[in-house]
C-alpha cells in the first residue's frame, strides 16, 4: 500500500487541511498517540476495559438462517453486543484515555446515529471527564432514544439547527468548539475522517474487530473468508474489519454505502460511489459535491451513514482497486433488517442493515463453499421509531 501514515497520506488522499489554531494541538495529538500506542502500560490499560468493560472478544456468530437462504456460509461479527450496543466504544475508550494523559478534561464529540454520542458520553462517565456532544437536529428527532441516554450518563448535548441539520453539520460545530477551546479540550472524533491523526487513530483502535475476526474465522474454518463485507459512513467499523485483511488479496471487501431514495443528487450519501476528490473537514478524500464544487445535501435512513464524505483510506483503497463499492437503498435496508429479526431474533442497526441487504446482490457469486463475514456494527433499538414509521 502507498501509505504515509508519518504524514497522514494514503495514496493522494489524507493530510491535515485546518486552521492554523489547530495545527499545534495535531501535532501535540500525533505525537503523545505514537508515544503511548506501543506502551506496555497504556496497551494492558486499554485491554482491560475492552475485556472487562466493553465485553470484548465479541461473537463470531454462525448464522444458520442466512446460510441456508443464500446457500453458503455467513458469520457476523456481533460488534452490537459490545457495551453501548456498537463498536463505537472501540475507539471512544482508546481516546478518552489518551485524552486524560494528554491532561484534557473535556470531551467534545459529534454524533449522527446516536452511537458515538452515548458511548463518548459513556466513557467520559467512566472516566471522570466533562462531555459536550453535537447531534444535528434532524438525527436528534429521529434518534430520541440516544440522546436521552447522553443526557442520563451526564453529557451535555447540543443541538445543531445549521446545514442540513444532520451529521455533517455536527462535525462542523463541533469543529468551532474545539478551535475556541482547544487548550482544555479533546476532540473525540468517532469516524476515520478529519485531518491527521484522526484516520489514523481510529482505524487502530477499531482494528480490534478485525484482529479478533481473523482470529475466529481460522478457528472455525481453517481458512479465511471469501468476502468481508460492512457498511461505510465515514468508515470506523468498516475500515476496522477490513484493515487486518488487507494483504490477504484472495479476501474480498467490499463496502456498502447508503443508496437512500435514489442516484440523484441529494437522494443518496454514497460518498465513495457518487462522489468525487475534494476537501472536507480537514482532509482530502471522496464527498459529495455539486458542479460548483458545494457539499451536497444528503439523505438515508440511517442517521449513521448520513454524512457527504468518507474517510481517506477508504478513499485510496477505492480508488486503488482493493475495495470495492456498492450501496443499497432505504427499503432494501428495511427489508434486510426484517430479514435478520425473522431469522435469527436479532435486530440489526439500520446502518448495518445495508450490509446484510447486499447478500441478496451477491448472490450470483456465491456457492455452497461461499464463507462470508458481515460486520453486525450495531443493534438496532435505536432505530425503532423509525422502522415503525416505514412500511415495506
Request: contains cysteine.
Amino acid at each position: 500500500m502507498e501509505y504515509s501514515e508519518v504524514l497522514g497520506k494514503f495514496g493522494s488522499f489524507g493530510g491535515r487541511f485546518v486552521p492554523e489554531t489547530l495545527m499545534d494541538n495535531l501535532m501535540e495529538l500525533e505525537k503523545e498517540y505514537l508515544l503511548l500506542k506501543d506502551d506496555p502500560e497504556f496497551k494492558e490499560e486499554m485491554k482491560y476495559y475492552l475485556n472487562d468493560y466493553v465485553g470484548r472478544p465479541t461473537p463470531l456468530y454462525f448464522s444458520g438462517g442466512l446460510s441456508r437462504k443464500y446457500n453458503c456460509r455467513i458469520y457476523l461479527k456481533r460488534e452490537d453486543l459490545c457495551h453501548t450496543g456498537a463498536h463505537k466504544i472501540n475507539n471512544c475508550i482508546g481516546q478518552a484515555l489518551l485524552a486524560k494523559k494528554m491532561g484534557k478534561k473535556r470531551i467534545i464529540a459529534e454524533t449522527g446515529a446516536g452511537q458515538h454520542g452515548v458511548a463518548a458520553a459513556t466513557v467520559c462517565a467512566l472516566l471522570g471527564l466533562d462531555c459536550v456532544v453535537y447531534m444535528g437536529a434532524v438525527d436528534y428527532k429521529r434518534q430520541a432514544v440516544n440522546q436521552q441516554k447522553m443526557r442520563i450518563l451526564g453529557a451535555e448535548v447540543r443541538i445543531v439547527t445549521s446545514g442540513t441539520k444532520t451529521l455533517k453539520d455536527a462535525v462542523n460545530e463541533a469543529v468551532r468548539d474545539w478551535v475556541t477551546n482547544v487548550s482544555c479540550s479533546h476532540y473525540l472524533l468517532g469516524s476515520a475522517v478529519g485531518p491527521h491523526p484522526y484516520p489514523m487513530i481510529v482505524r487502530d483502535f477499531q482494528s480490534v474487530i478485525g484482529r479478533e475476526t481473523r482470529r475466529q474465522i481460522l478457528f472455525r474454518e481453517h481458512r479465511l473468508p471469501d468476502f468481508l463485507i460492512a457498511c461505510v459512513g465515514g468508515g470506523s467499523n468498516s475500515i476496522g474489519l477490513f484493515y487486518p485483511f488487507l494483504n490477504d488479496k484472495n479476501v474480498r471487501l467490499i463496502g456498502v454505502e447508503a443508496g437512500g431514495k435514489g442516484d440523484s443528487p441529494g437522494e443518496n450519501a454514497a460518498s465513495l460511489g457518487a462522489g468525487r476528490p475534494g476537501i472536507l473537514h480537514g482532509a482530502y478524500s471522496y464527498i459529495l459535491l455539486d458542479a460548483d464544487g458545494r457539499i451536497l445535501p444528503t439523505h438515508s435512513i440511517s442517521a449513521g451513514l448520513d454524512y457527504p464524505g468518507v474517510g481517506p483510506e477508504l478513499s485510496y483503497l477505492m480508488f486503488s482497486g482493493r475495495l470495492k463499492v456498492e450501496r443499497i437503498r432505504d427499503e432494501e435496508a428495511l427489508k434486510a433488517f426484517h430479514l435478520l429479526s425473522s431469522l435469527e431474533g436479532i435486530l440489526p442497526a439500520l446502518e448495518s442493515s445495508h450490509a446484510l441487504a447486499y447478500l441478496e446482490k451477491l448472490t450470483p457469486l456465491l456457492n455452497s463453499n461461499s464463507l462470508i463475514v458481515i460486520n453486525l456494527s450495531g443493534r438496532g433499538d435505536k432505530d425503532l421509531d423509525i422502522i415503525n414509521n416505514r412500511r415495506i
